[in-house]
């Protein structure tokens, strides 16, 4: 699976768990506080739905380490090499 | 029932209903029940080597799990100090409260192994728990396993709970209002804990354990209403340490559910007050409590059996909140005409979000100073978040984006700023310089 291809699965479940960001212009470099309308409890749906998706498993310490859009596409990538 | 320390009131149910369920908990898959005499029995087993080891302050990461309710019960029945940590902790923090042993995951023990170099050999019965949020000055309140029974006694007296109740624990055990409402209000009462299985289990927790309580912050009720989330088991929540926007009671009271309220700090064991009638925010005081106003509206709490034995090692922290037993919170608040205590806000400059993160907004704004240098600044909180209020214009959003983006790579998620706001003019300050936060709350909020 490609890079681009995480990247848009991932925009797809962030507009799902949170429709409020529906209409918002997501990027990698997108910073999840303060360019999106996510807080910390659709942040926890949001990866718990990329775990399930993606069958990969994002250590809950980590989690407050992802900082960025681009940062939960890298913690998926890295884990599923 | 009051009892005066752990061992008492788990004694007590092992010996008057030792078949009542006492805990339940996941383990692969499948739901475990242990009674109060398994429960009674596998904490003194524990206690029992603990007491051997030699150790006299244990270092507790409060996974939430059964084994670690087990250590925190069976280290303070063992005569030892327990200090109660999150993923967070720091050497700093290990080294202040004299911990000489640690309990949680090798990923979180290993790097702080070497800061246990303490001894507390007085600490017997007593609990520490860390303040959130500060950094600069960490502060871990003393209490003892004497006033957090007082305390669930409390609860338990305005809003009982019975054995055949079950009480859903999702919040974090190191902070007093989850150990306190979230596992031991439960235990006082003879009923069935819940231990919820963390953030991930977040969405099935309730459809998992079918709770009939449940104790909760706002940001995380909030969540589990509009996802629908809450099992029909459910007739009683208790929502505490934060502010909570009023669709939420009301949607919970339209589902049938009761409501109440807690106020409380860590430095009064948890609440001191709840609300019991259907105004789910005028709220009565507790049995053991006195609560007074001063002229300026502060609240003041007098409750001898559950007031903490003070900040550890910091006399002088102590006594500037502290006075003649009397707890000077930086709360605001005002009785009405049925001697019922409503909560207007805070004199003190801390932010106290839905989730219930403290935020010390001196200490955070001097974080932020450095990356913002020169720049008229204040951090607020706007509808639940954290906002960040700038005198400019919004070319300067990227700008400053960028600027405070190292500061906010150390914060944990929840202690984020999630809003930037510009604003034409300069920020209100008073004669000293102090910014005046409710005059630039109003004035946010209504532009």
Redesign the interface.
């Known amino acids: 699976m490609t890079r681009q291809e995480i990247l848009e699965q991932t925009l797809e479940i962030v507009h799902e768990c949170v429709p409020e960001t529906e209409g918002q212009e997501l990027k990698e470099s997108s910073v999840i506080n303060t360019d999106t309308a996510i807080d910390s409890m659709g942040f926890t749906l949001i990866i718990c739905r990329l775990e399930a998706t993606f069958n990969v498993k994002i250590p809950d310490r980590q989690w407050q380490k992802l900082y960025t859009l681009g940062d939960v596409v890298d913690a998926i990538e890295k884990r599923l090499k | 029932m009051r009892f005066s320390s752990f061992d008492e009131l788990l004694r007590y149910y092992a010996k008057n209903t030792p078949q009542a369920p006492a805990l339940q908990f996941e383990t692969a898959g499948k739901l475990q029940t242990l009674d109060y005499a398994a429960l009674y029995e596998t904490i003194q087993s524990r206690s029992a080597v603990l007491k051997r080891s030699g150790h006299t302050c244990l270092g507790l990461f409060c996974d939430g799990s059964f084994a670690c309710v087990v250590e925190l019960f069976a280290a303070v029945s063992a005569g030892l100090q327990v200090v109660l940590l999150n993923?967070n902790a720091t050497a700093q923090q290990l080294q202040l409260t004299d911990v000489d042993t640690l309990w949680g995951d090798d990923?979180l023990t290993q790097p702080l192994l070497s800061a246990c170099t303490g001894s507390a050999p007085n600490g017997a019965g007593q609990l520490l728990f860390f303040t959130s949020g500060t950094t600069a000055k960490t502060k871990a309140v003393a209490l003892t396993e004497k006033s957090l029974c007082a305390s669930a006694y409390n609860g338990g007296a305005l809003l009982p709970l019975a054995p055949q109740d079950r009480l859903l624990c999702m919040l974090p055990i190191d902070h007093v209002f989850g150990f306190v409402c979230g596992l031991l209000w439960g235990l006082s009462c003879g009923a069935c804990v819940a231990l919820g299985r963390?953030?991930?289990h977040?969405?099935d927790d309730c459809a998992f354990f079918r709770p009939t309580a449940l104790s909760a912050v706002p940001?995380?009720l909030?969540?589990l209403l509009q996802?629908n989330l809450l099992s029909d088991s459910l007739r009683l929540i208790l929502i505490g340490a934060g502010d909570c926007p009023t669709q939420i009671p009301a949607a919970l009271q339209a589902m049938g559910i009761r409501v109440s309220f807690g106020y409380g700090l860590t430095e009064t064991s948890s609440g001191v007050a709840l609300s019991l009638g259907s105004d789910p925010y005028a709220m009565t005081v507790c049995p053991d409590d006195t609560i007074t106003l001063a002229e300026d509206g502060e609240i003041l709490i007098h409750c001898p059996s559950c007031m903490m034995q003070g900040y550890y090692k910091d006399a002088e922290a102590t006594t500037a909140v502290l006075q003649n037993g009397v707890l000077h919170t930086g709360d605001l608040g005002s009785f009405d005409a049925q001697g019922l205590l409503h909560i207007i806000g805070r004199k003190k400059e801390i932010l106290v979000l839905r989730?219930g993160t403290k935020i010390f907004l001196p200490e955070y704004e001097r974080d932020l100073a450095a990356a913002l240098a020169g720049k008229d600044f204040a951090v607020i909180e706007e509808n639940g978040?954290i906002t960040l209020v700038l005198r400019g214009d919004n070319s300067e959003r990227d700008a400053v984006?960028r600027a405070i983006?190292p500061v906010?790579?150390t914060q944990?998620?929840?202690r984020?700023?999630?809003?930037?706001r510009f604003v034409n003019q300069p920020l209100p300050r008073t004669a000293t310089g102090k910014i005046k936060r409710w005059v630039l709350q109003q004035k946010v909020v209504t532009e």
């Open positions: 993923e990923d963390g953030p991930r977040y969405f940001l995380l909030g969540f996802k989730d978040t984006q983006e906010m790579q944990p998620f929840g984020r700023i999630k809003q930037i």
